[in-house]
């Protein structure tokens, strides 16, 4: 059997790109992109990826080369997903809402070869370039991605190329890379640093072909049907069991990396394996250890696991309160807060504790019909619908939650705000 080696006849590693060749080929004269007043068939698609791709190589990007684009959902994103994994190099999609210094962080340290910037966010990306300039990194290669449908003439003048003009100049008949191994990486995508620094996520070209977006499914049963609404509903909000995608899932304990009792209360740590599991982090071993353990990817998410083996996820490792030994979920508390009718929104974070080590505090965001907030009635509020050591010791009211460019509350900036609050006198032993 060990004398069978693998051949180009009967191996061809999986990748994301596969399916356009027969697309273009099949379906040609078939629409794949709808712009505005703009229509390209599928083999028009798959010329244009096959042009861009060579363009790209005859700028000197080479296989695992970064390639970054800034730009919203228009054809020339959805080309080059194909475009730079036919160059061999990685796709670093950067989000939009960032701000220049955010920016300018991805392109130093992805090391980026070229930028695609969209004309929208010419100032935001001269912005990040002059930021990488001034630190003394390379300034990655510049090309703009103007409106194919409605052209704008706008640029960012730092004599950078021209999208359509890569396009049209590339040889659609140059002889292209292939994807020599499934494990080759494919894009990198930047996290969005809510809990601690942005970290570069390498993900392969077999684990896109196999990539889905829960980790989680809620597979329905049959004798739940003839339950009361309320319990119907309860279930159907929980995470559920793995996806096909995944080859196992299990909550363990984030020391021992032993499983949890299945008793719905035991919290753990939710760890995945399977092949949609990304790489690892760009340049970050320390991360890569604490993210890989036992044979298990730690997700960071925690959860319990009930009786009929349906995990539940409760809140982020990060998040988790210990107050006095016990481990206290941020998401159940905000979850009773946002019960009453003067919190429109909320957040909890630890808070330093005399006694307890630790103790749940409160940010709040009053809703219009509320006249105020007061924070006796709020603590007293919680406490009659949870465990007394769940409850906030603390209240804040603010005008609004700080959140990241993804729209998550920002609670990096809510533990330093946290610092310079004082607990009250009586509840210093409570």
């Not at 392969?204 to 980790?215: D, F, I, Q, V």
């Not at 960071?300 to 210990?322: F, N, T």
């Not at 009453?340 to 103790?359: K, L, N, R």
Request: proline content about 6%.
């Amino acid at each position: 059997m060990e004398k069978l080696p693998k051949r180009p006849a009967n191996y061809v590693p999986l990748s994301p790109v596969g399916f356009l060749p027969r697309a273009g080929a099949v379906y040609g004269d078939r629409t794949s992109v709808v712009y505005g007043r703009l229509r390209f068939t599928w083999s028009q698609t798959y010329e244009r990826c096959r042009r861009l791709a060579a363009a790209l190589l005859s700028l000197g990007v080479r296989k695992n080369d970064v390639v970054s684009v800034l730009a919203p959902n228009v054809p020339a994103m959805y080309e080059m997903h194909f475009a730079v994994p036919m160059a061999a190099a990685v796709l670093n999609t950067i989000n939009t809402r960032l701000d220049a210094k955010a920016v300018a962080a991805i392109l130093r340290h992805s090391q980026a070869k070229v930028l695609f910037v969209d004309y929208e966010y010419v100032r935001l990306a001269n912005g990040a370039l002059q930021i990488v300039a001034d630190a003394g990194a390379p300034v990655p290669l510049v090309a703009v991605i103007d409106d194919i449908d409605r052209p704008t003439g706008v640029r960012l003048g730092v004599g950078e190329l021209e999208y359509e003009a890569l396009v049209s100049d590339g040889d659609p008949a140059a002889e292209l890379p292939s994807l020599a191994d499934e494990w080759d990486a494919v894009t990198l995508n930047y996290t969005s640093g809510t809990t601690s620094a942005p970290k570069g996520v390498v993900t392969h070209g077999y684990g896109l072909t196999e990539a889905t977006g829960p980790a989680l499914a809620c597979e329905w049963r049959h004798e739940w049907d003839l339950l009361p609404l309320p319990e119907r509903s309860r279930l159907k909000a929980r995470q559920g069991v793995s996806v096909l995608s995944l080859a196992d899932i299990n909550v363990v304990d984030n020391n021992t990396i032993a499983s949890v009792p299945r008793d719905g209360k035991s919290v753990g740590e939710i760890v995945l394996r399977g092949s949609s599991i990304m790489k690892g982090y760009l340049d970050n071993p320390e991360a890569n250890d604490k993210a890989f353990k036992g044979g298990w990817f730690m997700t960071g998410d925690v959860g319990v696991v009930h009786p009929d083996g349906y995990i539940e996820v409760k809140d982020r490792s990060k998040d988790v309160i210990i107050s006095g030994g016990e481990n206290i979920c941020s998401k159940e508390v905000e979850e009773v807060l946002l019960q009453h009718q003067a919190v429109a929104d909320a957040a909890v974070v630890a808070m330093a504790h005399p006694h307890w080590g630790e103790t749940p505090c409160a940010f709040l965001v009053a809703s219009n019909r509320a006249a105020g907030v007061c924070e006796d009635e709020v603590i007293a509020f919680c406490r009659e619908r949870m465990a007394r050591f769940m409850s906030p010791r603390k209240v804040v009211v603010v005008d609004a939650l700080p959140r990241n460019a993804l729209g998550k509350v920002d609670k990096v900036k809510l533990r330093d705000a946290v610092r310079s609050l004082v607990l009250p006198k009586a509840t210093s032993r409570l």
